[in-house]
């Protein structure tokens, strides 16, 4: 169905791809899709919201799967996330694989890098993205024309770990500390948080360090280069089962800066050809978040399937983490309107977007409010 190689967590190279964009197409949006991956950008004071640009409307609920499967059955569809591969991404494996068990649709999936990935879905080459919602909204900001149609995980899930001695926030002023890539990207915003609800400023009150991805800051933290360093929940798993009590979460990423994450986003060109299929992604995300919750032998077999090396004791520790206590797969919808709004305003602050958007300006709810009232509000 789909193969996964082992990457980094930033790879150089496209993995898993049944073909490769054009040096044209990835030259004329390099530029565009460079936001889209990153969300950077310069902090300037923000102007009025953009128009929002209407949404293809008439969305309704399905009268049965038979009905909508008509519609679409035989379909081809490319579809394409920039994640690593890791458990959080477990949910969308199950989405995919329902859209082709319950309807019929072809999924042509591809684990790409950020550039190549963003550039395929602005051009066309790629239909349905997996992308940060933040990420997203700096590609509309530059004039991509896209919107997202459902949600896939919710919550921030990375963290700030300390290695032992240290075992707070405080403990680690003066010392060595790693965020990756920016201080405006999700990972350093969270850095900055954390470091402030404790009063500290995690660039001067730390010895602050960028390194390439989360997995050079967790292999520095192991081999005791660093005091503390931002990680994600399933890097920290496997810390915690290498070496118990070596280290400490001194701060949880979900609740300190509670992002919407990754969603699944489509050009409103694309949108306004294909609302059955919408429809269809839709139902099978809500149906693959309810499956989470109700079958967790299923998913932790599922995400050992997917990510290569997971073991057993990891994916069970995984499963407590991201479904039990982030609750990153809501059985009514990742999708939320809180979350959204905060996400947006915080891309504002960290200067990752120079407008402010409002979440309808990104976001239809129609999709997923007609899925859940198909499928039954848990």
């Known amino acids: 169905m789909w193969h996964l190689k082992k990457r980094s967590m930033y790879p150089t190279g496209v993995a898993s791809t049944r073909r490769k964009v054009g040096r044209p197409v990835l030259g004329a949006f390099l530029g565009l899709a460079t936001l889209l991956a990153t969300g950077c950008g310069d ?57 082709q068990s319950d309807f019929g649709v072809k999924v042509n999936f591809r684990l790409m890098d950020s550039s190549p990935m ?25 004039g991509a024309d896209l919107i997202a149609v459902a949600g896939n995980d919710q919550k921030n899930a990375f963290l700030v770990a300390a290695r032992a001695p240290a075992k707070t926030l405080a403990d680690l002023k003066g010392k060595p500390f ?45 081999s005791g280069k660093l005091s503390g360093g931002m990680s994600a929940t399933f890097r920290q798993i496997e810390l915690d089962l290498k070496k118990p009590g070596t280290y400490t979460t001194v701060c949880k990423g979900w609740e300190a800066n509670p992002q919407l994450n990754d969603v699944w986003a489509v050009s409103r060109a694309w949108l306004a050809e ?75 602050e960290f200067g990752v977007l120079k407008k402010r958007f409002a979440c309808t300006d990104l976001v239809t709810f129609d999709y997923q409010k007609a899925a859940v009232q198909f499928l039954g509000s848990k």
Not at 74 to 89: C, D, R, V
Not at 179 to 190: A, D, P, R
Not at 298 to 311: D, M, Y
Not at 325 to 330: H, I
Request: hydrophobic share 45%; net charge negative.
């Open 43 to 99: 902090n300037i004071d923000a102007t009025e919201p953009n128009a929002a640009k209407a949404a293809p409307t008439a969305v309704t609920a399905p009268a049965s799967v038979e009905e909508l499967k008509a519609k679409v059955e035989g379909k081809e569809l490319s579809i394409a996330s920039a994640a690593f591969p890791n458990p959080t991404l477990t949910g969308m494996y199950k989405t995919l694989e329902l859209l």
């Open 274 to 348: 294909n609302r059955d299929i919408a429809m269809a992604l839709a139902i099978s995300e809500i149906k693959a978040d309810r499956w989470t919750h109700e079958s967790k032998a299923e998913w932790v077999a599922l995400a050992q399937a997917k990510i290569e090396g997971l073991t057993p004791e990891a994916a069970e520790a995984n499963y407590a983490n991201l479904v039990t206590e982030l609750d990153s797969w809501p059985v009514n919808g990742s999708l939320d309107q809180k979350m959204c709004d905060y996400t947006l305003a915080t891309s504002l």
């Open 118 to 142: 963003n550039a395929a879905l602005i051009s066309g080459q790629v239909q349905i993205g997996h992308v940060s919602l933040g990420g997203m909204a700096a590609a509309v900001e530059a």
């Open 178 to 222: 790693a965020v990756s890539q920016n201080l405006s990207s999700i990972v350093g915003q969270t850095a900055q948080k954390c470091f402030a609800a404790a009063g500290l400023d995690v660039k001067t009150d730390t010895q602050l360090l960028h390194l390439g991805n989360i997995g050079q800051i967790v292999e520095s933290m192991e």
